[in-house]
């Protein structure tokens, strides 16, 4: 168990609708990251936080936003849904700013989109 | 942009010694090289990090050249549990850091 926690596990929905997924970091860890990981696409860094402000951003469509709150919980909230978003998504805490930091991931997020 | 190369899949057998190299040109000067291991629906765990020469944990060691264009993971003695994707992961260059992370090697480890 890392300590990252993801919600939800599974998240079925379909195609043009927004969901929005939650991950709470380790404790005392202030950078949160999110990845992309479907079948042909390998693991896609998406977007970087450290204490609430945005570091770095990667490959995130326009659809795609996420935030990081005051108590330092991320949300991921992904619209206008296609079916080639269906992917796990995970989510990961670090203790520092900087990306090369060991990152500890959560279990995930499995989204299907039909 | 700086770019990963590993091999997409190596196939070994229990007890022997495993090398999984990764090239990266371009690296920042200041980032180090990290190898994390993912096993199926589950996230990447973090194995090993050096910055340049060589690193050693209780789990691999870690090999890494002068011109830091290129890194070495070695498993020793490996076991049918250490069958896994194995990801080299370096920063890029600038401001943005950016992670990049290779598309991993597929390890087997055969009995």
């Known amino acids: 168990d890392s300590g990252v926690t993801q919600t939800p596990k599974h998240l079925i929905t379909a195609t043009g609708q927004r969901v929005t997924l939650r991950c709470s970091p380790r404790?005392?860890?202030?950078?949160v990251y999110w990845y992309q990981q479907s079948l042909d696409q390998g693991l896609q860094f998406l977007i970087h936080y450290y204490n609430g402000e945005e570091r770095a951003k990667g490959n995130i469509l326009e659809r795609f936003s996420a935030q990081q709150f005051p108590d330092l919980h991320s949300e991921l909230n992904l619209s206008s849904l296609e079916l080639g978003d269906s992917a796990l998504y995970f989510c990961?805490?670090?203790?520092?700013?900087?990306?090369?930091?060991?990152?500890?991931f959560g279990p995930g997020t499995r989204l299907t989109v039909l | 942009l700086a770019k990963t190369t590993q091999p997409i899949s190596m196939d070994s057998y229990e007890g022997q010694e495993v090398n999984i190299t990764c090239s990266h040109n371009n690296i920042a000067t200041n980032d180090y090289i990290t190898w994390y291991q993912q096993f199926p629906s589950q996230g990447p765990r973090f194995i090993i990090q050096?910055?340049?020469?060589?690193v050693t944990n209780e789990v691999a060691s870690l090999f890494i050249p002068a011109d830091r264009k290129s890194s070495t993971l070695s498993l020793p003695r490996v076991s049918l549990s250490d069958t896994a994707v194995y990801y080299c992961?370096?920063?890029?260059?600038?401001?943005?850091?950016?992670?990049?992370w290779g598309l991993g090697t597929s390890l087997a480890v055969n009995p």
């Open positions: 992961l370096v920063g890029e260059p600038g401001n943005n850091r950016k992670l990049i």
């Open positions: 404790s005392g860890d202030l950078s």
């Open positions: 050096g910055y340049k020469t060589k």
């Open positions: 990961a805490s670090s203790g520092r700013a900087l990306s090369y930091n060991e990152q500890f």
